[in-house]
């Protein structure tokens, strides 16, 4: 029993479930996002859709284990066609497999986290739309990207330590807020 219970995890959960917990790798689905200071300024890919990649997709498809033969942590192969599809297709959003599975409802058997993994955030999954539907460029700053009323309030969170998940267009001021004055 004891033989086939390792067994039965290590198919389950990957060949290293045991020790996983004590390896020197921290767990990705935990890092802490970092405030971009000019969000307008950061590389689109990056500083914005690779960590988001990291945190949630890695564990699954990064470099030490690939379902489904997919790898998301290089460029080269985000854009290779996977078994279900072309992973990315640039400006078209609907026939790109990761748009479509992270959009499917979390009881679809294709939802992308699995149910029982961290999910994106509403931000998280506008965020890798906009940058899919916008051409999925690899070396492109985020204001050299199209972006419309929708996606400027996510970019603009980005900035703060703490993320927000619903902000509203009429919370950004329309012109410019200048430093205040020390004294």
Not at 20 to 34: I, M, P, T, W, Y
Not at 140 to 169: C, M, R, Y
Request: charged share 30%; hydrophobic share 35%.
């Amino acid at each position: 029993i004891f033989i086939t219970g390792h067994f039965g995890g290590s198919i389950t959960h990957g060949s290293d479930y045991l020790i996983k917990a004590f390896s020197s790798s921290d767990n990705l689905a935990e890092l802490e996002r970092k405030p971009i200071p000019n969000v307008q300024e950061a590389m689109a890919y990056q500083d914005i859709i690779k960590p988001i990649l990291m945190s949630k997709c890695y564990k699954c498809h990064g470099p030490e284990k690939q379902k489904g033969k997919l790898r998301l942590d290089i460029p080269d192969l985000i854009l290779k066609v996977g078994k279900g599809g072309q992973v990315i297709k640039a400006v078209n959003t609907d026939k790109s497999e990761l748009v479509k599975r992270i959009l499917f409802s979390k009881d679809n058997e294709d939802h992308m986290p699995p149910v029982e993994q961290p999910q994106l955030t509403k931000s998280e999954m506008e965020l890798i739309h906009w940058w899919v539907g916008s051409g999925a460029d690899f070396d492109k700053k985020v204001n050299s990207l199209a972006q419309n009323d929708k996606i400027k309030p996510v970019l603009i969170a980005l900035q703060s330590p703490e993320v927000k998940e619903e902000i509203k267009i009429s919370d950004i001021p329309d012109e410019e807020v200048k430093t205040a004055d020390p004294d």
